[in-house]
């Protein structure tokens, strides 16, 4: 267990669809990552979070959104769902900024869009 | 940008047998790289990193990787192979700025154990 954890575990949705994937770090972690995991483009950088602050942003359609709270916890908001949104949704949590830094992985949601 | 390469998509070990599974990075400085390992219906969990401490890191579970930048590899090695290791493992790099830590992973190799 890495303590990272998210909700849900799976979810099925239907094109054009909105939904949202929760995030909770590890407990002092201030930094969460997002990735998607695809057959066909592998693990992907979607967008990283430091203290509720945007730090960076990698392959994320204008579609997705996401937010980090004063909890710390985040959210990634994806709207308008098409068949290629299909995926397997990682979010990452490390201490701090440092490139040397582990990240630690949570379990993943699975999203199905039919 | 960096990146990783990771060579074949499978690879097939006998149990007790040595693993080899290999990782070449580009990179315009020294690199923080990172090997993953990913479970059936798990999450990615770290095996092992180098942050330029030492070019030999272990790692859990018996793996460790040599860091050697002539080569620009960063391959993973066990020296005998357990059915428990079959799983999907991932060399990944880290944002060369340091302002941000963004991982960029290779494309994965599965790693096939048999009895």
């Known amino acids: 267990d890495s303590g990272v954890t998210q909700t849900p575990k799976h979810l099925i949705t239907a094109t054009g669809q909105r939904v949202t994937l929760r995030c909770s770090p590890r407990?002092?972690?201030?930094?969460v990552y997002w990735y998607q995991q695809s057959l066909d483009q592998g693990l992907q950088f979607l967008i990283q979070y430091y203290n509720g602050e945007e730090r960076a942003k990698g392959n994320i359609l204008e579609r997705f959104s996401a937010q980090q709270f004063p909890d710390l916890h985040s959210e990634l908001n994806l709207s308008s769902l098409e068949l290629g949104d299909s995926a397997l949704y990682f979010c990452?949590?490390?201490?701090?900024?440092?490139?040397?830094?582990?990240?630690?992985f949570g379990p993943g949601t699975r999203l199905t869009v039919l | 940008a960096q990146s990783v390469t990771q060579l074949g998509s499978h690879v097939s070990v006998s149990e007790g047998a040595l693993v080899l599974l290999r990782c070449n990075y580009s990179?315009?400085?020294?690199?923080?790289l990172f090997w993953y390992v990913q479970y059936p219906n798990q999450g990615l969990q770290l095996l092992l990193k180098?942050?330029?401490?030492?070019?030999l890191v272990k790692g859990i579970n018996g793996f460790e990787a040599e860091f050697k930048k002539s080569e620009t590899s960063f391959h993973l090695t066990k020296p005998s192979a357990h059915m428990s290791d079959a799983a999907e493992y991932f060399c990944a790099v880290s944002d060369e700025t340091g302002a941000n830590s963004k991982l960029t992973f290779g494309k994965g190799i599965t790693l096939s154990v048999r009895p």
């Open positions: 407990s002092g972690d201030l930094s």
């Open positions: 990179s315009s400085v020294p690199p923080y």
């Open positions: 180098y942050t330029s401490a030492a070019t």
């Open positions: 990452a949590s490390s201490q701090r900024l440092a490139a040397y830094n582990e990240q630690f």
